[in-house]
């Protein structure tokens, strides 16, 4: 099957529709922790001479993204696994030079913005933070000779602030510098052997659980607009947010299943809906069947820019109405009008 030739959903659905060599068998074979033998002229069999660097099952599910992403391994077109998003972010930075400019989004995911402030200024990098869905304030803080990478996130997590990728990166190449989009609302990937596995295995149902996922959170965005209990709902799919016809054009198919809601009268009140949920379970992830709400800023920790009312929502696969009868319930009781 060639890849270019059909579908994202079908590429997905069929795991590049490779069987095992052989076995025949559609699953694909999960290789642990193992040596390659030499062969008598000094070769090995397949070019692949250490784990480490060489497994069937990690480069398997690599090539099943580049795919995704419409990459062709022909054409120099790459995809890396790590062990989780903030080692993939990091070696991104840890690429970079003591004393070069790095460009990165104000609000972006807290486990990156934690690590830049602490350890990036030790690394000897020159990090600014600036608001990259205002493309003249993107444009004045790029130091032509100087800035080497623009890092972006869109949706930017919790706030769902959009960036317009296509005219960002026109910015940041017409001066040479490189871009790098963390897009984990929408891709998160693990590495290791199982997990390479698991994640292929997942990704054969991806297109049905984002899209469910993607259709629920519209709804209950949709729903408390303009609710009593809230001051507002950030989400990008609805009609009013500021980013919603940016979204629209570089996000297809849905706007993702993330949304925050920020409830009147402040952290107390906030807290008090989050202690009041019985569907929806108080933890920290994305991408789940399941449906989760945090306190962002608690998450966060005290440097959080996120403001206190604010609770996350990562909706699951679970029935629409149920979410929001129970999320209704919660502000009646947490933060009664």
């Not at 000779?145 to 972006?152: N, P």
């Amino acid at each position: 099957m060639d890849p270019q030739e059909v579908a994202p959903e079908t590429l997905a659905a069929q795991g590049l529709g490779e069987a095992d060599p052989f076995s025949g068998g559609l699953a694909p074979v999960i290789n642990l922790s193992t040596n390659y033998e030499q062969q008598p002229d000094g070769s090995y069999r397949q070019g692949r001479v250490y784990t480490r660097a060489d497994n069937p099952t990690s480069e398997h599910a690599e090539q099943l993204l580049a795919a995704l992403e419409g990459g062709a391994l022909e054409d120099g077109c790459a995809c890396a696994l790590f062990g989780s998003g903030m080692a993939a972010a990091t070696a991104v930075f840890q690429s970079l030079l003591p004393g070069d400019h790095v460009l990165v989004s104000r609000v972006l995911y807290w486990g990156v913005r934690k690590w830049l402030a602490e350890f990036a200024l030790t690394w000897g990098l020159d990090v600014e933070f600036t608001d990259t869905s205002d493309l003249d304030a993107v444009a004045a803080a790029i130091r032509p000779g100087r800035t080497r990478l623009l890092w972006l996130e869109t949706p930017a997590n919790p706030m769902w602030e959009i960036t317009d990728l296509a005219a960002a990166c026109d910015l940041a190449h017409a001066a040479g510098v490189r871009v790098a989009v963390d897009n984990t609302v929408a891709t998160p990937v693990l590495t290791r052997p199982f997990e390479a596995w698991l994640l292929q295995r997942g990704m054969r149902t991806l297109f049905l659980r984002v899209h469910r996922a993607s259709q629920t959170a519209l709804e209950v965005a949709t729903y408390f607009r303009g609710h009593p209990a809230l001051t507002v709902v950030l989400y990008p799919g609805l009609p009013d947010h500021p980013g919603h016809e940016i979204a629209a054009r570089q996000m297809h198919g849905g706007f993702g299943g993330m949304l925050s809601i920020r409830v009147a009268g402040g952290a107390g009140p906030a807290r008090a809906v989050l202690a009041a949920v019985r569907v929806f379970k108080r933890a920290t992830s994305l991408g789940g069947v399941e449906s989760l709400i945090e306190h962002r800023r608690g998450s966060e920790g005290p440097s959080s820019p996120v403001p206190d009312d604010l609770l996350r929502l990562s909706i699951g696969i679970e029935a629409p109405g149920d979410l929001i009868t129970d999320l209704e319930a919660a502000l009646e009781k947490g933060a009664p009008r």
